[in-house]
């Protein structure tokens, strides 16, 4: 009963914080608007003669999973702002496990990166998106919920071993922008350069891509059971390394 | 009486320098155990190897029967701390960071609600309770610190420097509460502090550190004896000379405990 409340603390925590920080909220819709109108209408009539389809219909479900990820690995990264900020110590002295701690935030960081996903979905349904009403429809949340916390346990496990803010612009130029980019957010995957679908297929944002597709527009590469099966392995695996840094964590 | 913290041969070192050099030393409990000494002496790597935010080079340290080391979950059960720098979430409200503390050490609804209210009106935060944390003074955030330290009451309660930059009310009120809470709950204090005189008041024991090393402990009499001053200050100064430490520049410490020292 003690975690489960020190859990929902935490939770919470982590949702006031989002929904106070008005700054992080416009920009966050912002960023991702950008990429839909730009990429999507700029795209669109090339993907389209090159018998693509509608660009805007491939594309609404890549950026969906692109502003879960970048929210849930800042969500994951904010334990090096708790670090200079101080507040981390009050946490790592606490009489309850750190894994608990660590379970916490996590968890309170991949609601964010949800509720951040379902409202750039709203977006894109304005942009002009219309997802296919199918069964696959009802795994959405499920795919959702299984990146966010693959990514904000990625982000708490390096931010674990992190210690200044000066180390976020390279964790996101040398980690989060190229797994962005050779995941198929933005462009199909069926047809690449060996070395580049390799690199695809090793890249766990590719299975949550994939799998945003696969519920949302019923279109997908690796098939959904495959999506969901990479995305939960790599995730307890994560959250499992991600849990052992943070208990070594010195302050 | 029995020993609550035991202390051997501690040695914390970062790269080459040692920090904490050789420490050892035990604390009874119900006692209130002041641990002096220049700015960079070595006290807050003290207290952060006792209290698991730091592994020692070597030594052992015992607290509340449990090897610190060995057994930190249980360890972080029995004791309580005010750290030096600060730890507030400044994003939420100072209401929110005594609820979140309260959560996080299990107390009850009622405890909490109670203790909340009352830790918060001893420091005068009551009827700004729910403003954001950012929006306070710096003396405010460390009344909060201060009163969230309070909340739960441990085994040991470790409080560095616990008031630094308060006013002398806020300062009274605090030590009254804590003398209380000391003798009704046999509460164990461990204090560092820089107001030389605050120590002399209220500490049972007291322990000199200097460049990672005990110099001296004792109670204060004999301190005052073994120096032949006449009060914990003389003793300090006797011990410690009178030079200005150069580490942690740009520190509030520094800054206020070298004022000191110039006198
Ligand atoms: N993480 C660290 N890395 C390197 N050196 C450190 C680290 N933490 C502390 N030190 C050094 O160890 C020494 C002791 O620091 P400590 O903070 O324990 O002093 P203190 O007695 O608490 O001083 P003050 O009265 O200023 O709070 C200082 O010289 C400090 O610079
Ligand atoms: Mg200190």
Redesign the interface.
Known sequence: MHYANVIYILWIRQLKRYLRSRARLVSSVAQPLLFLVALGFGFGPIYAKAGGGDYITFLAPGIIAMSMLFTSMFGGIEVIWDKQFGFLKETLVAPVPRVVIMLGRTVGGATVAMVQGLVIFLVTLVVGFRPEITPALLFAPLVMFLMCMLFTALGTAIASRLNDMQAFPLVMNFLVMPMFFLSGALFPVDQLPRALAIAVRLNPVSYGVDGMRATLINVNHFGLSVDILALALTASVVIVIGALLFNKIEA | MSKIIEVKNLVKKFKDFVAVDDVSFSVEKGQIFAFLGPNGAGKTTTI?ML?????PTSGSIMLNGFDVMVNP?ET??S?G?I?Q????????TAF?NM???A????LGRKTMDDRIKELMELVELWDRKDE?VKNFSGGMKRRLEIARGLLHHPAVLFMDEPTLGLDPQTRNHMWSYIKNLNEKEQITVFVTTHYIEEAEKVADRVAIIDHGKIVMQGTTTELKEATKTDNLEGAFLALTGRSIRPQDAGNDAMRLGARMWRR
């Open positions: 952060k209290t698991t935010l730091l592994d979950n972080r059960k004791f701390i750290f720098d600060p730890s507030l979430d400044t994003e939420l929110e609820e979140f503390h959560v996080l050490y299990g954001l």
